[in-house]
Nanobody, 119 residues
Framework: QVQLVESGGGLVQAGGSLRLSCAAS????????MGWFRQAPGKEREFVAL????????SYADSVKGRFTISRDNAKNTVYLQMNSLKPEDTAVYYC????????????WGQGTQVTVSS
């Protein structure tokens, strides 16, 4: 059974940094693209970043480009999201997700980790 477990969220002041981690189990992690999403209160879940299996291709939402960096360590079955220059509007629950090789849809999700940025 595939499990994704996020960690690293917390409360940080504007301008600060956090690094989120997502540990995967029950899957051949190194085969799959992995993504990060977020959902703020009262808003729809939105895409944040995506990394392919070999880390040579990444993509970002315009709102985080230049501030956030997605990376992965296939030996540790873990994907990361380094978040710098955080803004209050980055406050959200952050989720990692596995992208299906067959459909390109995200088929497994973690439970989320809360990130709160104070002004």
């Amino acid at each position: 059974q595939v499990q994704l477990v996020e960690s690293g969220g917390g409360l940080v002041q504007a301008g600060g940094s956090l690094r989120l981690s997502c540990a995967a189990s029950g899957t051949t992690f190194s085969l799959y693209p992995m993504g990060w999403f977020r959902q703020a209160p009262g808003k729809e879940r939105e895409f944040v970043a995506l990394i392919n299996w070999s880390s040579d291709s990444t993509s970002y939402a315009d709102s985080v480009k230049g501030r956030f960096t997605i990376s992965r360590d296939n030996a540790k079955n873990t994907v990361y999201l380094q978040m710098n220059s955080l803004k209050p509007e980055d406050t959200a629950v952050y989720y990692c997700a596995r992208r299906s090789l067959l459909t390109s849809q995200y088929d497994y999700w973690g439970q989320g980790t809360q990130v709160t940025v104070s002004s």
